[in-house]
């Protein structure tokens, strides 16, 4: 695969993501991606994941965008990856108020040559419904996920496994009878997203994120479909950068100011 072909898988996975779910607002253009979900409180569920504009554009946009949250009170982010535009964007953000949160490396792997050995300590299940509130324990405590938030999670995972209509596949670790760490993928067309990998505080370092990891590089190596993850600078993109995944971008995320 040629590297503007993974840059491009890296970038979708940005965006593609997006969906329209209870109480959310997607706005999808070829150019632009706004996702809003005010029963989420969280910049997770909030922000804009695309945006390409012309300098016209984004005079007009940038500004209207960001009053949107604030009017709404709602946290949100704005990531930027390098097909952004206008080439200023940072600049532009940072005017109106908002501040570089975090850092994140695009990153790109074939799943049947990443060899990534668990910890035989952590149990990883793939999460059903009777499992549901265990996992909804771990977003709490490692995500600090609001209970608004946790609310919506609950309605909205409990609808995609009744439905079985989901395209995302989401698993829970465990150590002994602990849930203690979670993750989850997206199965495009394509490629399979990497996402959602927590640890709780208490259990990191003891190889749960990567038990996870080789739980679910198992699984894309059965669909023969690359793995993308999106990982922080300095927390889990260290890690998979050692499992032999690539680098193939770095993507900016802003959020407002506190």
């Known amino acids: 695969m040629q590297f503007d072909q993974k840059l491009q898988l890296v970038e979708r996975a940005t965006w593609e993501s997006a969906q329209n779910r209870e109480g959310q607002e997607v706005i999808a ?13 969280t ?3 909030n922000g804009v994941l695309r945006c390409e504009l012309s300098d016209d554009e984004a005079d007009t946009e940038v500004p209207s965008t960001i009053s949107h949250y604030r009017e709404l009170k709602l946290p949100f982010r704005w990531k930027i990856v390098p097909s952004s535009r206008p080439r200023n964007l940072s600049e532009r953000l940072e005017k109106n108020g908002l501040a570089l949160k975090e850092k994140l490396f695009g990153l790109i792997g074939n ?7 668990p910890n035989p300590n952590v149990r990883v299940e793939t999460v ?15 995500w600090n996920v609001p209970p608004p938030g946790i609310q919506y999670q609950r ?6 496994l009744t439905t ?16 203690v760490g979670s993750a989850a993928m997206r199965i495009a067309d394509d490629y399979v997203l ?11 370092h003891q190889d749960v994120y990567r ?38 971008c770095e993507i900016l995320s802003f959020e407002p100011m506190a």
Request: hydrophobic content about 40%.
């Open 155 to 160: 309605r909205s995972m409990t609808e995609a």
């Open 128 to 142: 059903t419904l009777q499992n549901l509130e265990a996992w909804l324990t771990v977003q709490a405590d490692a």
């Open 29 to 41: 253009t070829p150019t632009w991606v706004r996702i809003t979900s005010p029963k989420s409180p």
């Open 194 to 204: 990497l996402m959602g990998g927590a640890v709780n505080e208490t259990y990191r």
């Open 43 to 45: 910049a997770f569920l």
């Open 211 to 248: 038990t996870l990891t080789a739980h679910r590089l198992n699984r894309i190596a059965e669909l023969n479909l690359p793995a993308v993850v999106h990982c922080l600078e300095n927390t889990s993109a260290p890690i998979c950068l050692k499992l032999g995944f690539e680098k193939v």
């Open 164 to 179: 079985g209509k989901s395209k995302y596949e989401n698993y829970l670790a465990y150590i002994g009878d602990k849930p």
């Open 111 to 117: 799943a049947k040559s990443l060899s990534v050995a």
